[in-house]
């Protein structure tokens, strides 16, 4: 068991929390020195001793002695599967069974590094006491079941033999914004609360028909539900100093597998900005619309007054060509029945304004009867 832990500085902690974090890609910090509480289990690969079949806990509790219950478990290292860097961690099958006993408290948090490591893809971490998954179930990984579902059934790590860096926690007051339920960094919780195990185990429990190939770098467990800093933090330790994925600090996407580079979602004020300028975008081909069969109407119409006018210009006749009237003489004069008649013509037809004086001017006036 170690001794106590020498905390960071609080000025590590908060810029861990806003983006970056005090850990080196694939560097193992002292273990003194990575978490601001102590957890009261935490188990690491390079701690398991085989030979004596116990793990040396680097949390405020006791060693875990007893460890494998059947079959058999190595420590390993490797890259791949999401690791940049070598990591150490402890390897069974199917048919090893490992308990660590009473190690998950009433009120939680737990973060662990485990991957699907064969054919064999059941629960890794399960629990005898309670229906209780952390981590894997039936082929998905990032998923978590405390007495009830806390995320999706389908996971959210692909490939799923990638590795998983997952914490959890069952506190009732839980919400998205504090962190409860975080996979590779993203955010996959749901619902609160939750029990927890009366042991914890692997391919064991009240579900040992479940079982996996497996892989274990880290277990850590806390009696406390842990605030967002600390979870952001503990997931920068797994991702960064563990599997050596530079530039994480608890903004990266889905799958332990993808690239720093990927895009973080929108906010909502863009989403917002986007459906806005698709709106003012549809109103102005409203508009548009509206506009042109509004200048069709028009041009309709100004096609329509050029007829009457070609049609009126037809019916008027034009004053036929006589000898010069003499000077004093008065003008030729329509009788009052064909003035009417004419009057009557121009009133029924829609002309534009100026074109019944375009009328007179090309076909004489129509005179009024003398008084």
Not at 54 to 82: C, F, M
Not at 175 to 203: F, K, Q, W
């Amino acid at each position: 068991m170690a001794g106590g832990m020498l905390l960071f500085p609080p000025a590590a902690v908060e810029a861990s929390a806003e983006g970056s974090n005090p850990f080196q890609a694939g560097t193992m910090p002292d273990s003194t020195q990575v978490f601001e509480r102590t957890p009261s289990t935490w188990i690491r690969a390079e701690d398991f001793d085989a030979s004596a079949n116990v793990w040396n806990n680097s949390g405020s509790g006791g060693d875990l002695s007893g460890v494998v219950t059947s079959g058999s478990a190595s420590i390993e290292s490797g890259s791949g599967h999401g690791a940049a860097s070598d990591i150490t961690f402890v390897s069974g099958s199917s048919s090893t069974v490992m308990s660590f006993g009473n190690v998950v408290p009433a009120t939680f948090t737990i973060c662990s590094l485990t991957r699907y490591a064969g054919a064999e893809q059941g629960r890794i971490l399960t629990g005898s006491g309670a229906d209780w998954l952390h981590g894997h179930a039936a082929g998905q990984a990032g998923v978590a079941y405390y007495a009830r579902w806390r995320t999706s059934d389908a996971g959210t790590v692909s490939p799923n033999t990638d590795w998983l860096a997952m914490c959890g926690m069952n506190s009732e007051s839980c919400s998205p914004s504090s962190r409860c339920i975080v996979a590779n960094a993203v955010e996959v919780g749901s619902g609160t609360g939750g029990s927890s195990p009366r042991s914890l185990y692997v391919n064991g429990g009240d579900h040992a028909s479940e079982k996996s190939d497996f892989a274990i770098a880290e277990v850590i467990v806390w009696d406390e539900a842990l605030p967002r800093a600390e979870v952001d933090r503990a997931m920068a330790y797994l991702l960064v100093a563990r599997l050596g994925q530079e530039g994480t600090s608890g903004g990266k996407g889905r799958g332990s597998g993808d690239t720093d580079e990927e895009a973080s979602p929108l906010p909502w004020w863009a989403w917002l900005l986007i459906v806005l300028l698709v709106l003012l975008l549809c109103l102005c081909g409203v508009c548009l619309a509206f506009f042109c069969l509004w200048r069709g109407g028009r041009k309709q119409r100004n096609e329509g007054h050029v007829e009457c006018f070609e049609a009126v210009t037809s019916v008027v006749p034009a004053p036929e060509a006589g000898p010069a009237a003499k000077p004093g003489a008065a003008a030729p004069r329509l009788a009052p029945s064909a003035l009417q008649a004419e009057e009557r013509k121009l009133q029924s037809i829609a002309l534009m304004p100026g074109q019944v004086e375009e009328v007179q001017e090309r076909r004489g006036p129509l005179i009024s009867p003398a008084p």
